[in-house]
């Protein structure tokens, strides 16, 4: 039994009664063999996790965390990691799982894993030993799946991990530019777990343990499943179609001619409706209730369905709408998309994870380092986390190009600075190679770490899909002292040197407490440090609800002011994207023209990469903003779809490259902005294109490093030196000028 006395609150992690099999202990690392298995004193595996990366017993591999959770309630797990996937014979390896396989394409939906944004293979793989790519197939949790039913179809399969979650409803694939069905039916797993599992995975775990079939398992947040029809005691909403919503339901239709009805009939619809029983029951009236409330946890919206999606980019617009307004776990309804004859049903979200929760989860006796099979070969996804920790989870910035609301959620799920410091000491203790100098202290997004609504209630009935946009939510606290006071309390532990913050920073919020840029910037930067600006258009940030280049421009000056207090040359490292929807080729010359006004050159460039289930994929896709009531009349949201178009706006951010120069005159010249070709400040390529074997630095030419030197006296900067602010402190961004000016124009 558990020891959660209160029926409406989740068991607690570690509250449920351990499985028989805790007797055989830990195991150093779970066994991807047989002769592990026989080393541990194991005949069989209770649950056997399939995974396309491979085994690295560390808290940033999700085959590690929920390996090592299931292990903690008494399970015997065993580790399939990058099966050879053409036949079912390495799925047979470990012999045939007790419970349930659990499967999950790895830390990567695998598509992105393998693929470009321009959909070109990649040649390496960074969750493979030797970075080798081609280890996995392509939408590896589904073509597992079916290798695991091949091998043993009688045993459950359980679908996880973050490729399951993004592709859990009908969902738009870049790869074939086309809407793809939930993975679920293609897959023919029994269930899907979305999000952040652990609370999920346990319960499942634990009622197959005591004998209860996966398929009465359909009531639990978090999991989304297959079914033929609508349970009793829930009410449907129809949101199957634009402009036409209505309320209805499978059970009481109050619009069936009753005249027709059995008395039997009549008087379960009466009950139903009203509370009372008709008076031929002879039975006493006990409730009267003319409009009965209806109970959120009982409520569910009805989709359109995968073919209307399929067949309608607006219809699909909509749908992504409804579900991105149903993230909150707090307020979130269950939701059902028909798929043919059946309904794929997602149930709620799953409830966040308490602190000691969190700390229960990354106090797992982890190895901290591949699994000895690889023989030390390199990892390259593991040689850049290892002395790194993950403070927290969830992001409620609501980026719409990012997956991590659909994934982690929009709820902060906080570690203690106990469970972090703790983990410090095992990184210093275990880790081979430490030298004292932790790489990253963060999350999602590292200055989020306690920062929360100012009140639960608040919270629980907010559906705002942002705290941070259009600005910073009135309700939202933005101070940082326990962040701040971590970074001290690390910096002050024995054999630690320096604490780098390595993750994407939220400088909007950052702004709202100086003393914690002050520390950051004294004490955590390693020279640089990493930002997102993403545009300098309101366009395109609008469709990303990013916020305006003035607030980059805020902690610029903050930067640079605490960097020079602290005697040290730091630079901040701006990211930009190209051909985000709703991305015009002005909005990214004006960007091309910002970025050379302030001598700065992009090293690499990002373009918009449409992952499945995102808001901006569903932008790219139909054409329409769901982030507003989607109708066939409402506006257009630009999508940069054209590969021509798209190379252009990759062109743009990389101005200062000859090799776009020949393509970029073309575009200018297109666009009536012969202006901007030549050799002034002002403009943005030169006329004439270099010689073949002359490169970017030719100091034959105005347009180069050595001229921008003696024309500003100041050294170009690229992706790797920083960005400087504008020397105005305008909010607004550098515009390109429809007539040529003497000098570059600057922000207003």
Request: aromatic share 8%; hydrophobic share 35%.
């Amino acid at each position: 039994m558990s020891k959660n006395n209160n029926p409406d609150l989740p068991t607690k992690l570690y509250d449920y009664p351990k499985y028989w099999a805790e007797c055989f202990g830990v195991a150093p690392f779970l066994p991807m063999s047989r002769e592990e298995m026989e080393t541990l004193g194991w005949d069989s595996c209770d649950i056997i996790i399939v995974t396309g990366d491979a085994y690295v017993d560390h808290p940033s591999f999700g085959m590690a965390i929920v390996g090592r959770l299931l292990e903690a309630q008494g399970f015997r797990v065993g580790i399939i990691a990058q099966p050879h996937w053409h036949s079912a014979d390495e799925f047979k390896a470990l012999g045939k799982p007790n419970l349930f396989f659990g499967v999950a394409a790895g830390n990567m939906d695998s598509m992105i894993n393998r693929y470009t944004a321009e959909r070109r293979t990649r040649s390496d793989d960074a969750y493979t030993p030797g970075g080798l790519g081609g280890k996995r197939p392509d939408r590896c949790s589904l073509v597992y799946s079916q290798r695991c039913k091949e091998a043993w179809p009688d045993v459950p399969v359980i679908l996880g991990g973050i490729e399951a979650s993004l592709r859990r409803i009908a969902h738009y694939d870049y790869w074939q530019d086309c809407v793809r069905r939930s993975i679920l039916l293609d897959a023919t797993a029994d269930l899907l777990l979305y999000g952040n599992a652990e609370r999920a995975l346990l319960e499942v775990a634990h009622r197959l343990a005591r004998g209860e079939d996966v398929a009465d398992i359909t009531d639990v947040r978090g999991t989304a499943l297959i079914r033929k029809d609508t349970p009793d005691g829930w009410w449907e909403i129809d949101s199957s179609r634009i402009d036409r919503p209505g309320k209805i339901d499978r059970v009481v239709n109050p619009y069936i001619n009753v005249r027709e009805m059995n008395p039997a009939e009549k008087q379960r619809r009466d009950a139903a409706m009203y509370g009372f029983r008709s008076p031929e029951s002879n039975e006493q009236v006990v409730q009267f209730n003319p409009h009965p409330v209806r109970d959120r946890d009982h409520t569910v919206i009805r989709l359109p369905s995968f073919e209307k999606v399929r067949n309608d980019a607006v219809l699909y617009a909509h749908a992504n709408r409804v579900l991105h307004l149903e993230t909150n776990p707090g307020n979130a309804r269950a939701l059902v998309q028909k798929h043919g004859d059946v309904d794929l049903w997602m149930n709620a979200p799953p409830i966040p994870l308490s602190t000691p929760e969190m700390d229960y989860v990354f106090g797992m006796p982890f190895a901290r380092v591949p699994h000895p099979s690889y023989a030390g070969a390199k990892i390259p996804a593991y040689e850049m986390i290892r002395f790194s920790i993950n403070i927290m989870r969830g992001c409620f910035g609501g980026c719409t190009f990012c997956s991590i609301t659909e994934h982690e959620g929009r709820i902060i799920q906080n570690r203690s600075e106990e469970s972090i410091l703790n983990e410090v000491e095992q990184i210093r203790e275990k880790v081979p190679g430490f030298t004292g100098v932790i790489s990253d202290l963060g999350g999602p997004t590292a200055n989020m770490y306690r920062i929360a609504c100012k009140s639960r209630e608040i919270e629980a009935a907010c559906r705002k899909p942002s705290c941070v946009y259009p600005g910073i939510c009135s309700n939202l606290k933005t101070d940082h002292s326990a962040l701040t006071q971590l970074y001290r309390d690390t910096r002050k532990l024995p054999g630690i040197n320096k604490v780098l913050i390595a993750s994407g920073l939220r400088y909007d919020l950052a702004v709202k407490d100086p003393e914690y840029v002050k520390e950051l910037v004294t004490h955590h930067v390693g020279g640089q440090l990493k930002i997102a600006p993403e545009h300098t258009e309101e366009g395109p940030l609008s469709k990303m609800m990013k916020p305006g280049i003035g607030s980059y421009d805020q902690f610029k000056k903050m930067f640079e002011k605490y960097s020079k207090q602290a005697g040290k040359e730091q630079y901040l490292i701006p990211y930009f994207i190209a051909a985000h929807p709703g991305t015009t080729d002005e909005d990214m010359l004006n960007l091309a023209m910002w970025l050379k006004h302030n001598g700065f050159t992009a090293d690499q460039v990002q373009a918009f990469y449409p992952s499945p289930m995102a808001t901006a994929t569903a932008m790219y896709h139909s054409g329409k903003n769901p982030l507003r009531k989607v109708t066939y009349k409402s506006d257009r949201v630009i999508g940069v779809k054209d590969p021509e178009q798209r190379k252009l706006h990759k062109a743009l951010l990389r101005y200062h490259d000859p090799n776009n120069w020949d393509l970029l005159r073309k575009a200018l010249k297109k666009m009536g902005r012969t202006d901007l070709i030549g050799d002034g400040d002002t403009h943005l390529v030169p006329a004439n294109q270099p010689e073949p074997g002359h490169g970017y630095h030719a100091s034959r030419r105005k347009n180069t490093e050595q001229a921008h030197l003696r024309r500003t006296g100041k050294k170009v900067l690229t992706q790797h030196t920083g960005l400087p602010p504008r020397d105005d402190g305008g909010s607004e961004p550098t515009r390109a000028v429809k007539k040529p000016r003497k000098r570059a124009t600057r922000g207003r």
